[in-house]
């Protein structure tokens, strides 16, 4: 397990990335909140931190770590503020992996069920539809296919509601229901992660792993 300190440190260094930036608000993932709220043995919890967004001393900072199977141990890292609600997660492996790509093509519904780890670092794609970049607002996280492919639905929701024009809406309700016929097995799709930490994998013999050049 992590020490506090490290912990500290992580806040720190968010601290003076977000410190003049009020616009980055991302929600931590159903997963963690959900790890958190049946939190187990080794939950570290620090309370009353400085918070990057506010500044009130109202962040909480909590960790502990899960083990995923043919991946390893990871450790869940988020950082939430009870004052102005914001929220930051990440993942870090307890080991130290190359640079990878990882590409899966979804043939079937079951393919769904297949473990996604996903640090902040990482880039997301699903060619000719939607992506999940990297940086300061981009959160970590441990899922499935399914739970990754609601992320990218929720993402063109917005761009469908908030389209100004016929065009963009109908080629937002398309990709939506390209996404929903390859959630029901009725359709493929091809779904690449990149990480230059090395933190982030697709686990299954499915995916074809590449190492990516640093």
């Known amino acids: 397990m ?7 440190n992580l806040l720190k260094e968010y601290f003076e990335t977000f410190k003049y930036n009020l616009f980055f608000y991302s929600s931590m993932p159903e997963e963690t909140k959900a790890a958190n709220s049946n939190a187990p ?10 918070c990057p967004m506010c500044l009130s001393n109202s962040m909480t900072l909590m960790e502990f770590s899960q083990d995923v ?35 899966l093509e979804i043939t079937c519904e079951e393919d769904m069920n297949i473990r996604v780890v996903r640090s902040s670092e990482a880039t997301v794609k699903i060619p000719r539809m939607a992506s999940i970049e990297p940086g300061a607002a981009a959160n970590g996280f441990v899922t499935n296919v399914e739970g990754l492919l609601n ?22 309700k ?7 016929n390859v959630m029901w097995g009725k359709d493929t799709m091809k779904l690449i992660i990149e990480d230059p930490t090395g933190n982030s994998a697709i686990i299954s013999e499915k995916a074809e792993i590449k190492k990516l050049k640093k």
């Open 2 to 8: 992590m020490k506090l300190k490290k912990l500290k």
């Open 41 to 50: 043995e080794d939950f570290s919890k620090i309370e009353n931190q400085p």
């Open 69 to 103: 199977p043919f991946f390893g141990t990871v450790y869940i890292i988020s950082m939430q503020c009870t004052k102005c609600k914001y929220r930051k997660s990440d993942i870090e492996p307890a080991e130290k992996r190359d640079p990878a790509r990882y590409t």
């Open 151 to 172: 992320r990218i639905k929720v993402k063109i929701e917005h761009l469908r509601d908030g389209a100004e024009d016929n065009v963009a809406r109908k080629k937002a």
């Open 174 to 180: 398309n990709m939506l229901k390209k996404l929903q």
